[in-house]
């Protein structure tokens, strides 16, 4: 079974500042999709950035990006130019890739980051 | 808004009762999952259907079960309930295996 990290369970940046976000992973698989969700006070569970482990280009959504070493199983994610609107819990998940496998797309998350920014 | 829509937004009920929760999930979308978020557990799979059929269960209790209607939607039956089984319920749709799920905003169950 697949399990995720999270080791940091609160965190804190300024406004406009860089923060980074960490995440660890361990599968058996070889094809994974692995995914950064937001969690505002709002509660609504909002998809921020998604990777496929076969590619090797880290993927970039605006302000967010992730550093994705698959070989070490870590998965993090640097929003940059941090804003107040930024501030929720952030959630790393884990996607099967595996088609034939009972796991094909249900997610497997951490246990979550809350994120604060100060203005 | 993600599109997909589960109601209530809030129950609270007693000890032993049995609740439906309700996912709409968007349009064109044949998969639906469910998922528990609790302070203790956090976010726990539950249940996966896929057009009408079970595709997957995680850590879903015997006292709960779910299904899939012919028009897509789902709902999530929760019996003898207990004080533990207060969490958020989230449903999340996608329209196929290995694309995106949209999560709905969930359902706060309360327990009392």
């Known amino acids: 079974a697949q399990t995720v990290t999270q080791s940091q369970p609160e965190m804190s940046v300024q406004e406009a500042e860089t923060v980074t976000l960490s995440c660890t992973y361990d599968?058996?698989?070889?094809?994974?999709?692995l995914f950064w969700y937001k969690q505002p006070p709002s509660r609504q569970m909002i998809l921020v950035i998604r990777q496929e482990a076969y590619k090797q280009q880290n993927a970039t959504e605006n302000r967010f990006s992730v550093n994705f070493q698959k070989a070490a199983k870590s998965f993090s994610l640097k929003i940059s130019d941090s804003q107040l609107g930024d501030a929720a819990m952030y959630f790393c998940a884990y996607r099967s890739f595996d088609a034939g496998g009972t796991s094909y797309g249900k997610l497997t998350f951490g246990q979550g980051t809350i994120l604060t920014v100060h203005p | 808004d993600s599109g997909v829509t589960q109601t209530p937004k809030h129950l609270i009920t007693a000890t032993g009762q049995r609740v439906t929760l309700r996912c709409s999930p968007r349009?064109?979308?044949?998969?639906v999952y469910w998922y528990q978020q609790s302070l203790d557990q956090g976010l726990q799979f539950l249940i996966h259907y896929y057009n009408g059929e079970e595709r997957a269960k995680g850590n879903i209790l015997e006292r709960f079960s779910a299904q899939q209607f012919p028009d897509l939607h789902s709902e999530l039956n929760l019996s003898s309930l207990e004080l533990g089984d207060s969490a958020l319920y989230f449903c999340?749709?996608?329209?196929?295996?290995?694309?995106?799920?949209?999560f709905g905003q969930g359902t706060r169950l309360t327990v009392v």
């Open positions: 599968t058996s698989e070889s094809d994974y999709y």
């Open positions: 999340a749709s996608s329209l196929a295996l290995n694309t995106e799920a949209f």
């Open positions: 349009s064109g979308d044949l998969s």
